[in-house]
């Protein structure tokens, strides 16, 4: 299978961060630390206050941004005007898979079954989010990727970051992370030393994780 541009850079960074956060600044200072420390691809949710004007203005700044949460043909049409590069949602829309096949947008809607993800198939979808990821864990991925190898996926959703590494053996593009990402007392704070240096550990063991062997 072909792997696009996107997907390689996504697979290199393994962990995606998705941010959901109340003040349009903040959000905006954390992802220039998240930028200079390695974490070039960015989720902005829509369900952020002022999403689209963040996505607009990261985009303008040269971040390869995404717009999550994306659960109509609308918001994807508004995101990608506002420089959304990719596009990641809970569920599967296939108004919004034309949209983006057409536009040559990636485009990862959120999966849980079988018949989700031949649905998306269908639509020659073959990178998915598996949403929401922990409740039933990296064991049922196993066994809901085994009649389809084809598919690369990237779990989202309850992911404490120590139980990353049983995550690992499957086919992955990444793991989407949220408010586990780092410390929410020194993000609210704005510690960006502490930040920094969560952030540079979490590098550290994403170069030993993609130095196992088959990664």
Request: net charge negative.
């Amino acid at each position: 299978m072909v792997i696009s541009p996107f997907y390689k850079r996504l697979k290199a960074q393994l962990i995606l961060p998705i941010l959901r956060m109340q003040d349009p600044s903040l959000c905006l200072d954390f992802c220039k630390v998240l930028r200079e420390e390695g974490f070039g691809l960015l989720e902005i949710t829509l369900t952020t206050p002022d999403a689209l004007a963040l996505i607009q203005e990261l985009a303008q700044q040269g971040f390869e941004i995404g717009a999550g949460t994306v659960l109509n043909l609308a918001e994807a049409e508004k995101a990608m005007a506002a420089g959304a590069r990719y596009l990641v949602a809970p569920g599967l829309c296939t108004r919004v898979a034309g949209l983006a096949h057409e536009a040559g947008v990636p485009y990862l809607p959120g999966v849980y079954t079988a018949g989700e993800v031949m649905q998306a198939l269908q639509l020659g979808l073959t990178q998915l989010k598996f949403f929401p990821a922990q409740p039933l864990g990296p064991e049922y991925l196993k066994h809901l990727s085994g009649p389809f190898p084809q598919i690369h996926w990237l779990p989202t959703g309850g992911i404490e970051f120590e139980q990353i590494p049983s995550w690992l053996s499957l086919p992955l593009l990444g793991i989407g992370q949220g408010s586990r990402l780092v410390s929410a007392q020194a993000l609210h704070s704005q510690n960006w030393q502490a930040i920094r240096e969560e952030l540079q550990d979490i590098q550290a063991r994403i170069q030993i994780w993609q130095a196992q062997p088959g990664k």
